[in-house]
């Protein structure tokens, strides 16, 4: 199995007597458009946390990348991109500015950044915005120019959190128009939204409930499983059962 | 009777224009809904409403005060629930409502049963910090603390955000009840698919104000007959359906395409003849998200 980049086992994390994540076990496959849903508290955030290499987890193991989350969390923060609406670019700093910042993080050479950064501004339509203050730019291209940033260095994976809250219905569609080209590009693609049509274009869907994975498959299989007829019902069947408040 | 009225109101940030032209009026005890994404002038039109910023040109009034000259009674008279979290973190749930109680020269008591229901499942943790409570419960204390001195308009700024589908549903369950209560209440939201929760909603993009109506009328309105289309390669076919000349508008919606066509049925059998792939396609009614699409290329 060469081509799972992310695999799960038992993966657990418990915060004193509270388990944040109850032993969730999953693969995703290079190339895939993977949705992590569930509600508020589920522990998403939580488990995200431990497959960026970010949290220590409590119990079972999970590699990303080939590398273990246990004790080769750096080597996972090489090889993967990170986006959310909350934080992407430094707004004070221009779009270039932010390009090199943030390669440069990831050690990629100045000469490199400059050549492919004209290549990427070209292809995103933001040519004439090189120095511009990414303040002053519509949130759409934030937007844009946050995952085309995030994936800069060429992660095997991107984990995007939330990453089209608030943003135009347009922009949203454009937005997917690019998760879709990195994915042809071999890039795993971990995504988490509120929007459930989005779900649908995701090639499968976990939905956590109360720290565990309650279903696992394909937009379509969920559906027929569950009989819904479309994804919000899916979520708003599995999700109503939550016996966790997130108080 | 006009519980709010926009007439012309327009704010610039130095050379943004935030809201331009702003026109619309809600009516007594209407449940009315602000829809657009971040950025289209939501929030600024809710804090001239609220008599937080003055606005740069027009006029507005609230429950029939003018929004500038007499923004002291309309203070008294408007709930409002910011987008940010803006109780105080230190305080417990019990203070926060208590304090803002006496702001108003009230007391909880006075008007529990305006915030009963909601607060029922928030008291349970009374002597807890706000700072330290969840959003979904933070987001109900909120409420509790823009209701207890008994409004007569409420302006909720996009309560939903970020809000899981089942939770967001909940709130607009304790809208409804709010409503019956004969509360004016004015929501923002970025999620289209709320628009079918309010009576009347106005759908705003960068600052300008596309259309006001009931969601029905704003449907019905919709110019062309629309289409739920669906193949086994929906990318490509997409990318068939906006390169045909038969097509007038191609948008993914979830497991559909929608699509109009450029020249009525003509064009549509054209095209289907033109079809390389077997494509399953029915037609529909537009959701109000096909409305604000296109209301946004008119716009542009």
């Known amino acids: ?247 | 009777m006009k519980h709010v009225t926009l007439e012309g109101i327009s704010k610039s940030y130095d050379s943004t224009k935030a809201v331009d032209e702003v026109h619309f009026n809600v009516e007594q005890g209407e449940l009315f809904g602000l829809i657009g994404p971040d950025g289209a002038g939501k929030t600024t039109l809710f804090r001239i409403l609220t008599t937080l910023i003055l606005p740069d040109a027009g006029r507005a009034f609230v429950n029939g005060h003018h929004v500038v000259k007499d923004y002291k009674k309309i203070r008294k008279e408007v709930g409002y629930m910011p987008g940010k979290f803006s109780l105080y973190q230190d305080l417990t749930v019990e203070e926060n409502l208590s304090f803002f109680a006496s702001i108003f020269n009230t007391t909880i008591r006075e008007n529990y049963e305006l915030v009963k229901d909601i607060y029922v499942q928030i008291e349970p943790f009374k002597d807890r910090r706000a700072g330290k409570l969840s959003g979904g419960m933070k987001q109900k204390l909120a409420l509790c603390c823009a209701l207890i001195h008994r409004p007569v308009v409420l302006f909720l700024d996009e309560p939903t955000t970020g809000v899981d589908a089942v939770s967001r549903r909940e709130f607009w369950e304790m809208l409804k009840s709010l409503k019956k209560q004969g509360i004016t209440i004015l929501v923002s939201t970025p999620y289209m698919d709320e628009a079918d929760l309010c009576e009347k909603i106005a759908l705003i993009q960068s600052g300008n104000i596309m259309t006001v109506d009931t969601p029905e009328r704003i449907v019905s309105d919709f110019p062309d007959p629309v289409y739920a289309v669906q193949s086994d390669n929906m990318s490509r076919l997409l990318r068939e359906l906006r390169g045909s000349d038969q097509v007038k508008s191609a948008n993914a919606f979830g497991e559909f395409h929608h699509i109009t066509f450029s020249g009525g049925t003509e064009s549509m059998d054209r095209f289907l003849k033109g079809l390389r792939e077997p494509m399953l396609i029915k037609s529909i009614s537009p959701t109000i998200e096909d409305c604000f699409i296109h209301l946004m290329a008119a716009h542009d």
């Open chain 1, 1 to 247: 199995m060469t081509d799972t980049v992310i695999q799960t086992e038992k993966l657990t994390k418990i915060f004193g007597s509270f388990t944040a994540v109850d032993a969730i076990t999953f693969d995703v496959k290079k190339g895939e458009i993977f949705g992590f849903l569930g509600a508020n508290g589920a522990g998403k955030t939580t488990a995200m946390r431990m497959l960026c290499g970010l949290s220590v987890p409590s119990g079972g193991e999970a590699t990303v990348a080939g590398f273990s989350v246990k004790n080769q969390a750096e080597q996972i923060k090489h090889s993967i991109g990170y986006m959310s609406q909350k934080f992407s670019l430094y707004e004070d700093l221009t779009v270039y500015e932010n390009i090199r910042f943030f390669a440069g993080i990831y050690g990629i050479e100045r000469k490199t950044i400059r050549a492919r950064s004209s290549e990427m501004l070209q292809r995103l339509g933001l040519g004439d915005q090189r120095n511009t203050l990414v303040g002053s730019l519509p949130l759409g291209w934030k937007q844009k120019l946050a995952f085309s940033v995030a994936i800069f260095h060429s992660p095997r994976i991107v984990f995007l959190d939330e990453p089209t809250g608030g943003v135009d219905p347009v922009t949203r569609r454009q937005f997917w128009d690019l998760i879709y080209e990195a994915s042809d590009n071999g890039i795993t693609v971990f995504v988490t939204t509120h929007y459930m049509d989005e779900a649908e274009y995701c090639n499968r869907i976990s939905m956590m409930v109360d720290g565990a994975i309650k279903a696992l498959d394909t937009p379509a299989n969920l559906k027929s499983q569950f009989q819904a007829n479309d994804m919000d019902e899916v979520f708003y069947r599995l999700a109503r059962r939550a016996k966790r408040k997130s108080y």
